[in-house]
């Protein structure tokens, strides 16, 4: 090998790091998201996971935890598109490379934001500023990330080796529209959001808190199922949608 190919193998290797790096964070943002979620709910006196929401947890003395979880997997999930666009970059058209890219990555964006921004207290007025910041930040999680699994869905369904992947995405994108634009509804539109089903701020049903989890959990899944593909892929030297 000349010297001058040097550089360019360390540039290859350092992307390829990168890439798994990017790729892990898939894997580890959502279990550690839920992990937090699980512990803390449990041992904050007076929480209830069954009826209260996650956004909840970042009430109170030790609401720090839940904001820091929110935020470090923000930035897990933006390192993931960081390593989506590098696996996929090779063999994607630009249109839909760059937008399910800046959709994973706004759906971090929103993570952050859910933890910078406190939630107001069960029953308080949908008119403050904080409940209308953090019910977008909640809907910027979610409503990227469903287009994100419809576009992932729409392009490998129609790709060899990987059609049950798409219509695996395409289902699980169903999870975080439901999300967004329930919770849209609940906090804007009807006059009682403390009946409504879904919603990150509010009070809930006597179950709102389990269905805030599942739903969550269902959305997430599809994060550490796509990055485990592609880091399988890497493993067996196999070549991303749409390579020959």
Known sequence: ??????????????????????LWAGIVGPVFFLVVVLLDGWLTPGYSAMTEVISFLERGPTGWIQSLNFILTGLLFILFAYGF?????????????????????????????????????????QLTVRYV???????????????????????FIR????????????????F??????????????VEDASSALVSATTSQP???????????????????ILASRLLLRIRGGRNAPGQA
């Open 1 to 22: 090998m000349s010297d001058s190919a040097t550089p360019v193998v360390a540039t290859s290797s350092r992307r390829q790091l990168i890439m798994r790096l990017g």
């Open 85 to 125: 666009f590098l696996w996929m970059r090779p063999r994607s058209s630009s249109w839909w490379l760059y937008g399910t890219t800046a959709l994973i990555a706004l759906s971090g964006v929103g993570m952050i934001i859910a933890g910078a921004i406190l939630p107001e207290a069960p029953g308080t007025s």
């Open 133 to 155: 910041l953090h019910t977008i930040a909640f809907t910027v999680v979610f409503l990227p990330l469903g287009l994100a699994c419809f576009l992932v869905g729409g392009k």
């Open 159 to 174: 790709t060899p080796g990987w059609r049950i992947h798409g219509v695996y995405s395409l289902l699980a994108g169903v």
């Open 176 to 189: 975080p529209m439901f999300a967004a634009l329930g919770n849209l509804y609940s906090s804007f539109v």
């Open 206 to 224: 006597a179950n709102g808190g389990l269905v805030n989890r599942i739903i969550v959990a269902a959305a997430f899944a599809w994060y550490v």
